[in-house]
């Protein structure tokens, strides 16, 4: 588990065009209700767009969050992913983690190689070089050749590749319930471990 500081944490989250919305959708509702985060930047791919019109009938980039969510809320900042001057493509903008969920095989591509042309590049650019946590919640299988070096040159340059891999030993009943408990997850790997969160104790 990462250390940082667990109050007013400024976290961002990016969204790319893999499957897997349902576990971004999770994601941003535990973000938004979560007290220790303060703000949540987030930034939504056109590709990604189109995956949430697909898995959650939700279509359009305007009033994405009330979508997602249910309501709106005041401590998430979207922003379109062309916008490669939005305040988290600096170093001097602080954010204390970078989650991209899903992280489709471009995205990690574009990562790996330091590509920076779009915002959730160059956001993932700069954690890179800030030494920020970034973790790459990559959504692909099988994976070719390819893939298996961008997540280790991605790895090398300090981001956590993170697969999209939900537990089963929970008995998880819903898809929904796969999804949280892996988002659950992903928080407590970056020091925001979640209050319902399932916990293995190794007892029958």
């Known amino acids: 588990m990462l250390s940082a500081p667990t109050e007013n944490r400024?976290?961002?989250?990016?969204?790319?065009?893999?499957?897997g919305s349902l576990f971004a959708a999770e994601m941003l509702s535990l973000l938004a209700s979560d007290p220790r985060v303060a703000h949540v930047d987030l930034v939504v791919s056109a590709s990604a767009l189109r995956v949430l019109a697909e898995e959650l009938q939700l279509s359009g980039r305007n009033?994405?969050?009330?979508?997602?969510?249910?309501?709106?809320?005041?401590?998430?900042?979207?922003?379109?992913?062309?916008?490669?001057?939005?305040?988290?493509?600096s170093g001097s903008y602080p954010s204390d983690a970078m989650i991209v969920l899903p992280c489709s095989?471009?995205?990690?591509?574009?990562?790996?190689?330091?590509?920076?042309?779009?915002?959730?590049?160059?956001?993932?650019?700069?954690?890179?070089?800030?030494r920020r946590p970034l973790l790459l919640c990559v959504r692909e299988t099988p994976f070719n050749r390819i893939h298996l070096r961008n997540m280790t040159l991605a790895a090398e340059a300090g981001a956590t590749i993170y697969p999209v891999m939900p537990t089963l030993y929970n008995h998880p009943q819903t898809t929904t319930e796969m999804a949280r408990q892996f988002v659950q997850r992903v928080l407590a790997h970056i020091g925001l471990p979640q209050p319902n969160a399932y916990i293995w104790t190794g007892e029958s």
Do not use: C, F, Y
Not at 69 to 84: A, C, N, T, V
Not at 106 to 111: E, H, K
């Open 63 to 89: 009033n994405l969050v009330e979508k997602l969510l249910g309501e709106p809320s005041s401590k998430i900042q979207q922003h379109p992913d062309e916008d490669i001057g939005a305040n988290i493509a």
């Open 105 to 130: 095989m471009g995205t990690l591509a574009g990562i790996a190689h330091g590509l920076a042309s779009s915002l959730i590049e160059r956001a993932a650019d700069v954690a890179l070089k800030e």
């Open 10 to 19: 400024s976290i961002t989250l990016a969204i790319t065009g893999a499957s």
